[in-house]
């Protein structure tokens, strides 16, 4: 095993136990077995996920280690590590797990394997680790992230892997109409992507903070659909084409239907995000799928290739994301940045481990930088 030095006896992780719990727990730093890495955590992200088990709208995570999107420094590399990776570099965790031998990871549809859930022990804390001093993570699952990228930025590489695995489904073309339908961060990370292909780009978003955030961002044109009729407006700014490719990174029925209504003559309209509830059903003219080719897709996490894509673009910082960066907290404060990730003007909050913050300031250097 390769380490930089002896991990220090203890970490703290901070474990959701219920609806607005978290308990803080204490542990042993744990040693890497064959095949595994063990990363010290130096940022991690509130996603939906974990922000709806905060929440207590989903209840069936508990008790939940989260924090699957983050970023840290390789501590110490197990044996059989093949990964090209060094003790104190950069990296970024894909959390989800394969197991390489369902019909589905071999087939290259990886994200889509039949094992990818965690097998659980009742009352056992589990979870992707991010909300914790160090991870211990899969060589497969770390990829190395440029130094150019700040941690917090580094931690926003599994949403981007996300966000170009859809986009490699559905690709915009060169003059293309885009419509993306919610300017949340996944909104926004689609337009960063998008605008790298010269296309008018729309966003459909009822916040005004947001759409404002989307005009900063470089979006040509922006629809209220709370003051707007969506189709009419897609029909007018389109010049009566519609919208070639449209990403839904919000998960309302009614709104894809009427993304459905004003796409394009073979336009593609991708269902990004979940729908809630599960049972939710849309209604469409079938008619709309012979008569204009439309095609109704969606997608769901990434391959290694959109991880490894994400961690490039971000680490060496071919696509800016600072400005979707919006709050960080040491992780002791988890339920403060949960209250913070409610904010419709704020876009990432993430939390960082305390112990960094204390010894950054012991050693004189700056804070990581904070908004
Ligand atoms: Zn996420
Ligand atoms: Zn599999």
């Known amino acids: 095993m390769t380490s930089a030095k002896a991990p220090s006896a203890t970490m703290t992780r901070a474990v959701i136990t219920g609806p607005k719990q ?28 974990e922000q709806r088990t905060f929440a207590g709208i989903d209840t069936f995570s508990y008790p939940l280690v989260g924090g699957h999107e983050n970023s840290g420094i390789v501590e110490a590399i197990g ?23 369902c019909y589905s990871c071999r087939s290259g549809i990886d994200n889509l394997c039949d094992n990818a859930r965690s097998k659980r022990v009742p009352e056992v804390p589990w979870g992707p680790g991010g909300f914790g001093d160090y991870v211990l993570a899969e060589g497969y ?24 695995h859809d986009m490699k489904r559905h690709p915009v073309r060169n003059g293309d109409v885009v419509v993306i339908v919610g300017a949340g961060i996944m909104g926004l990370l689609h337009l960063v992507v998008a605008r790298q292909t010269p296309s ?36 007018e700014l389109s010049v009566g084409r519609g919208a070639n490719v449209t990403y839904m990174s919000i998960g309302i029925p009614k709104a894809i239907e009427a993304a459905v209504g004003a796409a394009a003559k073979h336009g593609v309209v991708t269902v990004y995000a979940s729908v809630h509830p599960k049972t939710s059903t849309i209604t469409l003219d079938p008619n709309v799928f012979h008569y204009k080719e439309i095609i109704l897709s969606g997608s769901l996490a990434q391959n290694p290739d959109d991880f ?34 409610l904010r419709k003007d704020f876009y990432r909050v993430l939390v960082q481990p305390d112990a960094e913050f204390r010894s950054e300031q012991q050693r004189g250097k700056t804070a990581p930088e904070r908004t």
């Open 22 to 49: 978290i308990r803080m727990e204490q542990l042993t730093v744990p040693t890497p077995e064959p095949n595994q890495v063990l990363v010290r955590v130096r940022a991690a992200a509130l996603c939906t996920w």
């Open 79 to 101: 044996k059989d590590v093949e990964v090209k990776i060094a003790v104190g570099d950069q990296v970024a965790l894909a959390g989800l797990k394969r197991c390489g031998q």
């Open 141 to 164: 699952q770390v990829f190395k992230v440029g130094p150019v990228a700040t941690p917090l930025e580094a931690a926003l590489t599994e949403p981007l892997s996300c966000v170009l």
């Open 200 to 235: 008018f780009i729309i966003v459909s978003e009822p916040e005004a903070a947001r759409r404002e955030k989307a005009r900063e961002l470089g979006a040509d044109a922006v629809i209220d659909p709370t003051t707007e009729d969506y189709g009419a407006r897609v029909t």
């Open 308 to 341: 490894k894509a994400a961690a490039e673009l971000i680490g060496n910082r071919k696509i800016d994301l600072r400005p979707l960066i919006s709050a960080t907290y040491p992780l002791s404060r988890l339920a403060d940045a949960f209250e913070a990730a």
